[in-house]
């Protein structure tokens, strides 16, 4: 007996569903407050939906959850028990998806903070402490803030963020304020998509930067440009957090 999902059927069955009720992926993606191209995974076989999508995905698509993990319709009232066994495995299996995505995450952190940890601290031995301050300090904020988009954010909001205009977003010691630009769950996949590669791109280009400066100027400039580069790079991270919540709100 397989216990493991199929994502080609899973994927033929919802498209099947879909078009049989006269849906565009991007209008179902609406329905559920995801992308379309989430949506296009999803029936590709190349992704499983998080399993909290997948009652919303079964109320959209007129199906059982149950219906949804056997990828087909139930048609006997009485399941027998081994079946039974087969939809809750899978629905284990299905939880257990984010975390393979999670696993990914945390080796692409663990690169990229020992990348910037390492010409970070060939900065400092190079030059010193004069040119080091603003430089690891915004490494740490980097690190910290990419550690919690990485592996802690909630990867979905509240149903009054998508009811309500809010432009404030707090969870613990996190917060994220855009004057103007509001939270939803059409645009928060794309906020903490951008957020997690600005962040990490930050915390190795970085210090790349400012050794490349100090090896091409001479006298203040370098210690100038690093100063400026460092506290750019703070502002630089939400220039794409906007981009991602303006263009999919």
């Known amino acids: 007996m397989n216990y493991e999902l199929d994502k080609e059927k899973f994927g033929e069955f919802i498209a099947k569903l879909r078009k049989e009720r006269g849906m565009t992926q991007k209008e179902l993606a609406e329905r559920l407050f995801v992308s379309d191209k989430a949506v296009s995974k999803w029936e590709r076989g190349?992704?499983?939906?998080d399993i909290t999508m997948l009652n919303p995905l079964a109320d959209a698509l007129d199906v059982t959850a149950a219906e949804l993990l056997n990828c087909g319709k139930i048609e006997d009232e009485k399941v027998d028990v081994s079946q039974v066994d087969e939809i809750v495995e899978k629905a284990i299996a299905?939880?257990?998806e984010p975390n393979k995505s999670k696993r990914k995450r945390f080796k692409i952190y663990v690169i990229c903070l020992l990348l910037g940890a390492a010409a970070t601290y060939y900065f400092y031995k190079n030059n010193g402490a004069q040119y080091y301050q603003s430089l690891i300090v915004i490494e740490i904020l980097t690190a910290i803030f990419?550690?919690?988009?990485?592996?802690?954010?909630?990867?979905r909001l509240p149903k009054y963020?998508?009811?309500?205009?809010?432009?404030?977003?707090?969870?613990?010691?996190?917060?994220?304020?855009?004057?103007?630009?509001?939270y939803n769950n059409r645009n928060w996949p794309y906020i903490i998509k951008n957020a997690r590669i600005s962040?990490?791109?930050?915390?190795?280009?970085?210090p790349v930067a400012a050794i490349l400066v100090r090896m091409f100027f001479s006298g203040s400039l370098p210690y100038i440009l690093v100063t400026t580069f460092s506290w750019s790079a703070i502002l630089g991270i939400f220039v794409p957090i906007y981009h991602g919540a303006i263009k999919y709100k």
């Open 161 to 182: 963020f998508d009811d309500n205009k809010v432009d404030y977003y707090t969870d613990g010691f996190f917060r994220l304020h855009t004057p103007g630009v509001y």
């Open 146 to 155: 990419g550690a919690y988009f990485m592996f802690f954010v909630k990867e």
């Open 199 to 206: 962040l990490m791109v930050t915390m190795v280009a970085l």
């Open 46 to 49: 190349q992704s499983l939906p």
């Open 94 to 96: 299905l939880d257990n």
